[in-house]
């Protein structure tokens, strides 16, 4: 059944450190834990934008409007926040903040 599911790569710039498959509804921090990777939360409502990272390849649903921690130019640089934020097909995501 896990084979239906999507399967969430993590980065540090181009090493991989780390893979795990998404449950449905499973934040991308959580996503990231099951894989070993530590990715640091506060809020874990999008508010604060301490778990940003940056998604190369792969979907993840933004939300509309944007939570507090994102804005446009942060989506267009593929940031994402993974405290709240689901993967919706296989993606790769980079640990290391866009900015």
Sequence with gaps: M???L???RFFRGKQIIG????????P???VADLA???IPTNCTSGNCGTCLARLISG???IPNPLPPGLDD???NEGGILTCCLF????CDIDVIPPL
């Design 19 to 26: 893979s795990a498959n998404a449950e449905p509804e499973t």
């Design 36 to 38: 070993g990777v530590i």
């Design 73 to 75: 130019f942060l989506v």
């Design 2 to 4: 896990s084979g239906n």
């Design 59 to 61: 979907d993840v649903e």
């Design 28 to 30: 991308l921090a959580e």
């Design 6 to 8: 999507p399967v969430v």
């Design 87 to 90: 993967a919706t097909s296989d």
